[in-house]
Protein backbone atom coordinates (compact mmCIF):
# COMPACT_ATOMS: atom_id res chain seq x y z
CA UNK A 1 0.00 0.00 0.00
CA UNK A 2 1.46 3.17 -1.17
CA UNK A 3 2.82 5.53 2.06
CA UNK A 4 0.18 8.03 1.19
CA UNK A 5 -2.95 8.38 -0.46
CA UNK A 6 -5.59 11.23 -1.22
CA UNK A 7 -8.50 11.91 0.97
CA UNK A 8 -12.00 11.99 -1.59
CA UNK A 9 -14.81 13.16 0.77
CA UNK A 10 -15.81 16.36 -0.63
CA UNK A 11 -18.36 16.85 2.32
CA UNK A 12 -20.64 19.01 2.23
CA UNK A 13 -18.84 21.91 0.03
CA UNK A 14 -16.69 20.69 -2.74
CA UNK A 15 -18.70 18.84 -5.54
CA UNK A 16 -18.00 15.67 -7.16
CA UNK A 17 -16.81 17.09 -10.17
CA UNK A 18 -14.34 19.25 -8.16
CA UNK A 19 -12.72 15.96 -6.52
CA UNK A 20 -12.27 14.27 -9.50
CA UNK A 21 -10.32 16.89 -10.75
CA UNK A 22 -8.10 16.83 -7.74
CA UNK A 23 -7.81 12.56 -8.70
CA UNK A 24 -6.56 13.44 -11.51
CA UNK A 25 -4.27 16.39 -11.23
CA UNK A 26 -3.18 14.25 -7.69
CA UNK A 27 -2.65 10.87 -10.04
CA UNK A 28 0.00 13.27 -12.45
CA UNK A 29 1.40 14.23 -9.31
CA UNK A 30 2.47 11.11 -8.15
CA UNK A 31 -0.15 9.91 -6.08
CA UNK A 32 -0.83 6.37 -6.58
CA UNK A 33 -3.46 5.55 -3.89
CA UNK A 34 -6.92 6.58 -3.63
CA UNK A 35 -9.13 6.34 -0.28
CA UNK A 36 -12.66 6.36 -1.94
CA UNK A 37 -16.23 5.04 -0.11
CA UNK A 38 -20.08 4.95 -1.87
CA UNK A 39 -21.02 7.56 0.89
CA UNK A 40 -19.10 10.13 -0.65
CA UNK A 41 -21.17 10.04 -3.69
CA UNK A 42 -18.47 10.66 -5.97
CA UNK A 43 -17.06 7.20 -6.67
CA UNK A 44 -19.18 7.65 -10.19
CA UNK A 45 -16.97 10.93 -11.24
CA UNK A 46 -14.11 9.30 -10.31
CA UNK A 47 -13.81 5.60 -11.69
CA UNK A 48 -13.95 8.40 -15.75
CA UNK A 49 -11.20 10.70 -13.82
CA UNK A 50 -8.49 7.39 -13.16
CA UNK A 51 -9.12 6.15 -16.44
CA UNK A 52 -8.55 9.13 -18.26
CA UNK A 53 -5.04 9.59 -16.90
CA UNK A 54 -4.58 6.30 -18.45
CA UNK A 55 -2.47 5.02 -15.71
CA UNK A 56 -2.35 1.11 -15.89
CA UNK A 57 -4.38 -0.34 -13.07
CA UNK A 58 -1.85 -1.96 -11.26
CA UNK A 59 0.05 0.81 -10.41
CA UNK A 60 -2.83 2.14 -8.42
CA UNK A 61 -4.00 1.30 -5.15
CA UNK A 62 -7.87 1.74 -4.82
CA UNK A 63 -9.75 1.66 -1.41
CA UNK A 64 -13.29 1.80 -1.11
CA UNK A 65 -16.33 1.43 1.36
CA UNK A 66 -19.33 -0.10 2.32
CA UNK A 67 -21.61 2.54 4.16
CA UNK A 68 -23.90 1.78 7.23
CA UNK A 69 -27.36 0.95 5.26
CA UNK A 70 -25.31 -1.97 3.33
CA UNK A 71 -24.00 -4.16 5.67
CA UNK A 72 -26.99 -6.43 4.71
CA UNK A 73 -25.77 -6.42 1.44
CA UNK A 74 -21.89 -5.95 0.70
CA UNK A 75 -22.17 -7.97 -2.55
CA UNK A 76 -24.63 -5.38 -3.89
CA UNK A 77 -22.86 -2.24 -2.24
CA UNK A 78 -19.19 -3.72 -3.60
CA UNK A 79 -20.61 -4.58 -7.28
CA UNK A 80 -21.90 -0.86 -7.21
CA UNK A 81 -18.89 0.59 -6.17
CA UNK A 82 -16.61 -1.54 -8.86
CA UNK A 83 -18.99 -0.42 -11.57
CA UNK A 84 -18.97 3.34 -10.74
CA UNK A 85 -14.92 3.53 -9.99
CA UNK A 86 -14.95 1.41 -13.56
CA UNK A 87 -12.87 -1.70 -11.99
CA UNK A 88 -13.04 -5.27 -12.22
CA UNK A 89 -11.40 -5.54 -8.30
CA UNK A 90 -10.58 -3.61 -5.43
CA UNK A 91 -6.88 -2.93 -3.28
CA UNK A 92 -8.96 -2.48 -0.12
CA UNK A 93 -12.85 -2.61 1.03
CA UNK A 94 -13.30 -1.84 4.43
CA UNK A 95 -16.80 -1.53 6.83
CA UNK A 96 -16.86 2.14 7.04
CA UNK A 97 -18.36 2.07 10.51
CA UNK A 98 -18.96 -0.71 12.78
CA UNK A 99 -22.73 0.35 13.31
CA UNK A 100 -25.40 -0.46 10.82
CA UNK A 101 -26.76 3.22 11.53
CA UNK A 102 -28.05 5.12 8.29
CA UNK A 103 -28.18 8.63 8.15
CA UNK A 104 -28.89 10.81 5.30
CA UNK A 105 -25.58 13.19 3.88
CA UNK A 106 -25.76 16.49 5.40
CA UNK A 107 -28.14 15.41 8.23
CA UNK A 108 -27.79 17.47 12.09
CA UNK A 109 -26.05 15.45 14.40
CA UNK A 110 -28.91 15.12 16.63
CA UNK A 111 -30.77 13.09 13.82
CA UNK A 112 -30.84 9.45 14.98
CA UNK A 113 -32.11 6.90 12.75
CA UNK A 114 -35.46 5.03 14.13
CA UNK A 115 -34.02 1.86 13.97
CA UNK A 116 -30.54 2.75 14.94
CA UNK A 117 -28.69 -0.08 17.17
CA UNK A 118 -25.25 -0.68 19.01
CA UNK A 119 -22.83 -2.59 17.93
CA UNK A 120 -23.73 -6.11 17.91
CA UNK A 121 -20.60 -8.49 17.57
CA UNK A 122 -22.97 -11.58 15.70
CA UNK A 123 -24.44 -8.71 13.29
CA UNK A 124 -21.27 -7.32 12.29
CA UNK A 125 -19.53 -11.05 11.88
CA UNK A 126 -22.26 -11.56 9.40
CA UNK A 127 -21.17 -8.42 7.93
CA UNK A 128 -17.71 -9.63 7.44
CA UNK A 129 -18.27 -12.85 6.70
CA UNK A 130 -19.89 -11.31 3.34
CA UNK A 131 -16.24 -9.69 3.30
CA UNK A 132 -14.42 -12.31 3.33
CA UNK A 133 -16.50 -13.66 0.29
CA UNK A 134 -15.47 -10.32 -1.52
CA UNK A 135 -11.68 -12.03 -0.79
CA UNK A 136 -12.68 -15.43 -2.32
CA UNK A 137 -14.30 -13.90 -5.47
CA UNK A 138 -11.65 -11.63 -6.03
CA UNK A 139 -13.14 -8.67 -6.10
CA UNK A 140 -11.04 -7.34 -3.58
CA UNK A 141 -7.67 -8.07 -2.38
CA UNK A 142 -7.70 -7.14 0.70
CA UNK A 143 -10.72 -6.15 3.53
CA UNK A 144 -10.37 -4.01 7.00
CA UNK A 145 -12.22 -1.80 9.01
CA UNK A 146 -12.18 1.28 10.00
CA UNK A 147 -13.53 3.69 13.46
CA UNK A 148 -13.10 0.09 15.08
CA UNK A 149 -11.72 -0.06 18.92
CA UNK A 150 -9.74 -2.42 20.75
CA UNK A 151 -12.57 -4.56 21.93
CA UNK A 152 -14.32 -4.86 18.89
CA UNK A 153 -11.32 -5.88 17.15
CA UNK A 154 -10.26 -8.23 19.66
CA UNK A 155 -13.53 -10.27 19.45
CA UNK A 156 -13.24 -9.97 15.11
CA UNK A 157 -9.58 -11.28 15.70
CA UNK A 158 -10.79 -14.36 17.52
CA UNK A 159 -13.94 -14.96 14.97
CA UNK A 160 -12.52 -13.49 11.28
CA UNK A 161 -11.52 -16.13 8.62
CA UNK A 162 -9.65 -13.34 6.78
CA UNK A 163 -8.14 -10.89 9.42
CA UNK A 164 -8.65 -7.49 8.54
CA UNK A 165 -5.41 -5.65 6.54
CA UNK A 166 -6.00 -2.27 8.23
CA UNK A 167 -7.93 -0.34 10.33
CA UNK A 168 -8.76 3.40 8.92
CA UNK A 169 -9.12 5.40 12.05
CA UNK A 170 -8.75 9.10 13.17
CA UNK A 171 -5.36 10.23 13.86
CA UNK A 172 -3.10 13.60 13.78
CA UNK A 173 -0.32 15.21 16.28
CA UNK A 174 -3.60 16.16 18.41
CA UNK A 175 -5.39 12.76 18.41
CA UNK A 176 -2.63 10.10 18.59
CA UNK A 177 -5.14 7.04 19.69
CA UNK A 178 -1.24 5.31 21.20
CA UNK A 179 -3.10 2.69 22.55
CA UNK A 180 -5.50 1.51 19.43
CA UNK A 181 -2.36 2.59 17.56
CA UNK A 182 0.06 0.29 19.29
CA UNK A 183 -2.78 -2.54 18.92
CA UNK A 184 -3.48 -2.47 15.94
CA UNK A 185 0.34 -2.89 14.68
CA UNK A 186 0.77 -5.31 17.13
CA UNK A 187 -1.74 -7.35 15.41
CA UNK A 188 -0.49 -6.91 11.80
CA UNK A 189 -3.18 -4.63 11.06
CA UNK A 190 -1.83 -1.31 9.18
CA UNK A 191 -2.96 1.81 10.85
CA UNK A 192 -4.68 4.25 7.78
CA UNK A 193 -4.62 8.01 9.45
CA UNK A 194 -7.94 10.14 8.37
CA UNK A 195 -8.05 13.62 9.11
CA UNK A 196 -4.42 13.76 9.39
CA UNK A 197 -4.51 17.67 9.13
CA UNK A 198 -7.20 17.77 11.78
CA UNK A 199 -9.69 17.88 9.05
CA UNK A 200 -9.56 21.89 8.84
CA UNK A 201 -12.11 22.16 6.40
CA UNK A 202 -14.90 20.16 7.91
CA UNK A 203 -18.77 21.60 7.90
CA UNK A 204 -19.77 23.69 11.29
CA UNK A 205 -22.26 20.91 12.39
CA UNK A 206 -18.67 18.50 12.97
CA UNK A 207 -17.49 21.19 15.19
CA UNK A 208 -17.56 21.56 18.65
CA UNK A 209 -16.00 24.35 20.84
CA UNK A 210 -13.29 22.51 22.84
CA UNK A 211 -12.03 21.25 19.28
CA UNK A 212 -8.42 22.21 18.91
CA UNK A 213 -6.02 23.15 15.74
CA UNK A 214 -3.09 20.85 14.92
CA UNK A 215 -1.60 23.51 12.42
CA UNK A 216 -1.62 26.21 15.42
CA UNK A 217 0.15 23.96 17.17
CA UNK A 218 3.21 25.62 18.59
CA UNK A 219 5.47 22.60 18.44
CA UNK A 220 4.03 22.20 15.11
CA UNK A 221 4.16 25.80 13.84
CA UNK A 222 7.95 25.83 15.26
CA UNK A 223 9.22 22.70 13.09
CA UNK A 224 7.22 24.08 10.26
CA UNK A 225 9.09 27.33 10.34
CA UNK A 226 12.96 25.76 11.23
CA UNK A 227 12.19 23.83 8.26
CA UNK A 228 10.38 26.30 5.83
CA UNK A 229 7.63 24.27 5.58
CA UNK A 230 3.75 24.60 6.13
CA UNK A 231 2.83 23.33 9.60
CA UNK A 232 0.59 20.40 7.31
CA UNK A 233 3.42 19.29 5.75
CA UNK A 234 4.71 18.59 9.71
CA UNK A 235 1.67 16.78 10.20
CA UNK A 236 2.62 14.62 7.16
CA UNK A 237 6.00 13.64 7.64
CA UNK A 238 4.91 12.85 11.20
CA UNK A 239 2.11 10.25 10.32
CA UNK A 240 4.78 8.79 7.88
CA UNK A 241 7.08 8.48 9.82
CA UNK A 242 5.36 6.90 12.81
CA UNK A 243 4.29 4.41 10.66
CA UNK A 244 0.65 5.25 9.54
CA UNK A 245 -0.63 5.83 5.95
CA UNK A 246 -1.84 9.39 5.88
CA UNK A 247 -4.63 9.97 3.47
CA UNK A 248 -4.94 13.71 3.57
CA UNK A 249 -8.11 15.54 1.40
CA UNK A 250 -7.15 18.62 -0.94
CA UNK A 251 -8.59 19.53 -3.92
CA UNK A 252 -6.11 22.34 -4.60
CA UNK A 253 -3.39 21.59 -6.78
CA UNK A 254 -0.46 23.25 -4.39
CA UNK A 255 -2.10 21.70 -1.32
CA UNK A 256 -1.95 18.27 -2.67
CA UNK A 257 0.87 18.52 -4.68
CA UNK A 258 3.20 20.06 -1.48
CA UNK A 259 1.11 17.13 1.09
CA UNK A 260 3.28 14.47 -1.51
CA UNK A 261 6.47 16.89 -1.92
CA UNK A 262 7.10 16.74 1.40
CA UNK A 263 7.93 13.56 1.68
CA UNK A 264 10.75 13.83 -0.30
CA UNK A 265 12.77 16.21 2.05
CA UNK A 266 14.61 15.50 5.04
CA UNK A 267 12.66 13.79 7.60
CA UNK A 268 11.91 15.03 11.22
CA UNK A 269 14.58 14.68 13.65
CA UNK A 270 14.28 12.29 16.34
CA UNK A 271 13.54 14.89 18.83
CA UNK A 272 10.48 16.40 16.79
CA UNK A 273 9.20 13.10 16.57
CA UNK A 274 9.53 13.26 20.68
CA UNK A 275 8.00 16.67 20.78
CA UNK A 276 5.15 15.76 18.63
CA UNK A 277 4.43 12.79 20.78
CA UNK A 278 3.82 15.06 23.43
CA UNK A 279 1.23 17.26 22.15
CA UNK A 280 -1.26 14.47 21.95
CA UNK A 281 -4.09 16.21 23.19
CA UNK A 282 -7.00 13.43 22.87
CA UNK A 283 -8.89 15.65 20.69
CA UNK A 284 -11.45 13.35 18.50
CA UNK A 285 -12.77 15.79 15.39
CA UNK A 286 -15.22 13.10 14.03
CA UNK A 287 -16.71 12.33 16.99
CA UNK A 288 -19.79 9.97 14.94
CA UNK A 289 -22.68 11.37 17.09
CA UNK A 290 -25.51 10.53 14.19
CA UNK A 291 -24.42 6.67 14.66
CA UNK A 292 -25.60 6.82 18.37
CA UNK A 293 -28.60 4.70 19.11
CA UNK A 294 -30.34 6.09 22.09
CA UNK A 295 -31.69 9.59 23.14
CA UNK A 296 -29.38 11.07 26.06
CA UNK A 297 -26.20 9.03 25.17
CA UNK A 298 -22.81 11.16 24.15
CA UNK A 299 -20.41 10.20 21.61
CA UNK A 300 -18.04 8.47 23.75
CA UNK A 301 -20.57 5.60 23.70
CA UNK A 302 -19.66 5.01 20.46
CA UNK A 303 -16.12 4.44 21.48
CA UNK A 304 -15.61 2.10 24.03
CA UNK A 305 -13.66 4.49 26.15
CA UNK A 306 -13.41 2.30 29.54
CA UNK A 307 -12.67 -1.21 27.40
CA UNK A 308 -16.00 -1.99 27.03
CA UNK A 309 -18.49 -2.51 24.13
CA UNK A 310 -22.12 -0.23 25.25
CA UNK A 311 -25.11 -1.97 24.45
N1 LIG B 1 -13.02 6.26 7.46
C1 LIG B 1 -13.66 7.33 7.87
O1 LIG B 1 -14.64 7.24 8.63
C2 LIG B 1 -13.18 8.69 7.46
C3 LIG B 1 -13.58 9.82 8.19
C4 LIG B 1 -13.11 11.08 7.78
C5 LIG B 1 -12.25 11.18 6.70
N2 LIG B 1 -11.89 10.05 5.99
C6 LIG B 1 -10.97 10.13 4.81
O2 LIG B 1 -9.85 10.93 5.17
C7 LIG B 1 -9.69 11.98 4.22
C8 LIG B 1 -9.03 13.18 4.86
O3 LIG B 1 -9.74 13.65 5.99
P1 LIG B 1 -10.38 15.11 6.10
O4 LIG B 1 -10.75 15.60 4.76
O5 LIG B 1 -11.38 15.04 7.18
O6 LIG B 1 -9.20 15.98 6.74
P2 LIG B 1 -7.71 16.47 6.39
O7 LIG B 1 -7.14 15.72 5.26
O8 LIG B 1 -7.03 16.46 7.69
O9 LIG B 1 -7.96 18.00 6.01
C9 LIG B 1 -8.43 18.38 4.75
C10 LIG B 1 -8.48 19.92 4.72
O10 LIG B 1 -7.16 20.43 4.82
C11 LIG B 1 -6.91 21.38 3.78
N3 LIG B 1 -5.53 21.16 3.30
C12 LIG B 1 -5.05 20.07 2.66
N4 LIG B 1 -3.74 20.17 2.42
C13 LIG B 1 -3.36 21.39 2.90
C14 LIG B 1 -2.12 22.08 2.92
N5 LIG B 1 -1.01 21.54 2.41
N6 LIG B 1 -2.11 23.31 3.48
C15 LIG B 1 -3.22 23.84 4.01
N7 LIG B 1 -4.43 23.24 4.02
C16 LIG B 1 -4.50 22.01 3.47
C17 LIG B 1 -7.94 21.08 2.71
O11 LIG B 1 -8.36 22.25 2.07
P3 LIG B 1 -8.07 22.56 0.50
O12 LIG B 1 -8.91 21.63 -0.31
O13 LIG B 1 -8.49 23.99 0.43
O14 LIG B 1 -6.60 22.34 0.30
C18 LIG B 1 -9.10 20.49 3.48
O15 LIG B 1 -9.98 21.51 3.91
C19 LIG B 1 -11.12 12.22 3.70
O16 LIG B 1 -11.14 12.92 2.48
C20 LIG B 1 -11.61 10.78 3.59
O17 LIG B 1 -11.10 10.18 2.40
C21 LIG B 1 -12.32 8.82 6.37
Known amino acids: ?????????????VSADQVAEAVKGAIAAGYRHLDC?????????????????????????????????????????CRQSLHDLQLDHLDMYLVHWPFPNFHPPGCS????????????HEEFMRTWHQMEQLVDLGLTRHIGTSNM?????????RDARIKPAVNEMELHPHFQQPELFDFVRANGIEPIGYSPLGSPGRPERDRTPDDTVDV????????ANRLGIHPAAVCI????????TPIPFSVKPRNYVANLECLKSAPLTDEDMRAIATIDKG??????????????QSWEDLWDMNGEIKG
Open 283 to 296: CRLIKGQVFLWKDN
Open 149 to 157: TIPKLKLLL
Open 237 to 244: KWAVQRGQ
Open 109 to 120: VDSRSPDARPYI
Open 216 to 223: EDPVVVAI
Open 37 to 77: AAVYRNEDRIGPAVKETGIPRDDLWITSKVWNDQHSDVLGA
Open 1 to 13: MPAIGLGTFGSDH
